[in-house]
């Protein structure tokens, strides 16, 4: 595809649920960046990814959420246990290399 | 964190208006960059300025980097309801990869 594809596009959960968030960078690009945008705020960093090594994690908010991007391609960011505060939308970024960031249109996660 | 402050939060204007955003700091950055984020879409990257007192301009938009690199302001000039989203400002963080944002000011302009 033309850019960063995200699904699904929107997930509801009920609290204590695992969920699993999607992101499919666009083609050849090296870094895949995963953000958290809380209602009325701007995105906040979770974590980044060069290839399939996952070299910053320092914006996770607990060890509740885990990303991955095994063949360093698709990412996937798992969220355990959801609670009410995770309801945000997520957001996945990617580059070449760490240049200009494409953003694809997020996951609206709801936590009931 | 390098925390970015923008103003204002909300704007609502009309048709042929002009306005002006501001993004402010009291960090140094190398660059800031401006997005624009519809509802339930991404955001979108409309400029990076990287010399202190740039101003670069994108059709009615016209961005601005302060002298000391510390702050950044956005003016749209005769706003049409397409100029309608979030427009956040970024600069780098720390860590030289991850973008820090600011909160956004939300702008509707009505016909």
Not at chain 1, 67 to 92: H, N
Not at chain 2, 6 to 11: E, K, R
Not at chain 2, 23 to 39: A, D, G, I, K
Request: glycine share 10%.
């Amino acid at each position: 595809g033309a850019g960063v594809s995200q699904s699904p596009r929107y997930k509801v959960a009920k609290r204590g649920q695992d969920v699993a968030l999607r992101c499919d960078p666009i083609s050849g690009h090296v870094s895949l960046f995963w953000y958290q945008q809380a209602l009325g705020q701007g995105p906040e960093f979770l974590t980044y990814f060069q290839n399939e090594a996952q070299l910053d994690k320092s914006g996770l908010p607990s060890d509740r959420f885990f990303a991955e991007r095994p063949e360093g391609s698709v990412s996937t960011l798992k969220i355990q246990r959801t609670q009410q505060e995770d309801s945000a939308v997520y957001l996945c970024a990617s580059s070449y290399r760490d240049s200009k960031q494409f953003f694809g249109p997020g996951t609206r996660l709801t936590v009931l | 964190t390098q925390l970015l402050e923008q103003s204002p939060q909300f704007l609502s204007i009309q048709e042929g208006e002009n306005l002006t955003v501001y993004c402010n700091s009291s960090s140094v950055f190398s660059s800031l960059q401006w997005y624009r984020q519809e509802p339930g879409e991404g955001p979108v990257l409309l400029v990076t300025v990287v010399t202190g007192g740039e101003v670069k301009k994108l059709k009615r938009l016209t961005f601005q980097f302060g002298d000391a690199r510390k702050d950044s302001s956005l003016h749209i000039t005769a706003a049409q309801p397409g100029d309608t989203g979030l427009y956040l400002c970024a600069g780098g963080s720390n860590s030289g990869y991850a973008l820090n944002f600011g909160k956004g000011t939300s702008l509707l302009v009505t016909p």
